[in-house]
């Protein structure tokens, strides 16, 4: 059967899913839990990778060798990085690239040495069907969460992007590191700090990946206000109810 692999930066990011993963069996390697079973039906291996590119490209790795799964998705968090894109709208990666990769002038800035790339392209068909879960899940949010909460994180009109996203070992919270950024990069739309890590591997390896990121932050010096309230207030009920409509389409 196909399993999917499913991963996340941090535990506020992942709230809630655990508790309905059926047949549930845990793995311990390298430090991490992995927690192999079914979501909805569908064999799945759900981790908590950490945060940063490292976490990310070695755990993917172990979901890839140790349990084959067949693809991968990893749901969380990002700062939007283009005043279109609000708080509380989500964002899946079409492109993703690291944005801390420069060995320039020896290579093109963002361009991983001797590969000739510096973005990744995610998995045609994951990508469409995971569009069609947002958008669904988009058009019935409002009964997921509070009349308060809605007005708290103002999540009266959330809209889905699809572009790049761009992958870095910072938490980027200050307006002329992302000006200068979205000036080398003027098609992204959202930073964060995994997704392009975990792309590369499963471009390695032919693997079908895509990466989800809702808004938590404008990635300027406000990004760290009411930070773990939303993740765990929004973009975990989010994920949950994107996953729980992507697995039983
Ligand atoms: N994840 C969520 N917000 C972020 C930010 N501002 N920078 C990097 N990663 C993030």
């Keep these: 059967p196909n399993t999917t692999g499913l991963i996340f930066a941090m535990r506020e990011e992942q709230e809630g899913l655990e508790a309905f993963i059926q047949h549930k069996k845990v793995h311990r390697i390298a430090k991490r839990d992995f927690i192999q079973g079914e979501l909805w039906g569908h064999p799945v291996v759900m981790v908590l990778a950490g945060i940063g590119k490292?976490?990310?490209?070695?755990?993917?790795?172990?979901?890839?060798?140790?349990?084959?799964?067949?693809?991968l998705i990893?749901?969380?968090?990002?700062?939007?990085?283009?005043?279109?894109l609000k708080v509380g709208d989500i964002v899946i990666a079409d492109a993703l690239l690291q944005h801390d990769m420069d060995a320039s002038?020896?290579?093109?800035?963002?361009e991983i040495p001797l590969s000739?790339?510096?973005?990744?392209?995610?998995?045609?068909n994951l990508h469409k069907e995971l569009q069609n879960a947002i958008a669904q899940f988009i058009q019935v949010m409002q009964e997921h969460f509070s009349a308060s909460l809605i007005a708290e994180f103002q999540l009266q009109n959330v809209k889905l992007h699809t572009g790049l996203?761009?992958?870095?070992?910072?938490?980027?919270?200050?307006?002329k590191v992302l000006k200068e950024l979205k000036q080398a990069l003027p098609d992204l739309l959202a930073v964060e700090m995994e997704g392009a890590a975990i792309a590369q591997v499963c471009e390695e390896h032919d693997l079908a990946f895509a990466i989800l990121r809702t808004i938590s932050d404008s990635a300027d010096e406000t990004a760290h206000v009411d930070f773990l309230s939303f993740v765990k207030n929004v973009a975990a009920p989010y994920t949950l109810g994107i996953l729980k409509n992507y697995f039983e389409n």
């Design 116 to 124: 000739g790339k510096s973005r990744f392209f995610a998995h045609k």
């Design 54 to 71: 490292v976490a990310a490209a070695s755990t993917t790795n172990q979901l890839i060798h140790h349990f084959q799964v067949n693809q």
């Design 105 to 110: 002038p020896l290579f093109p800035r963002f």
């Design 74 to 84: 990893l749901s969380g968090v990002a700062g939007a990085a283009d005043p279109f």
């Design 165 to 175: 996203i761009a992958s870095g070992d910072q938490f980027i919270h200050d307006s």
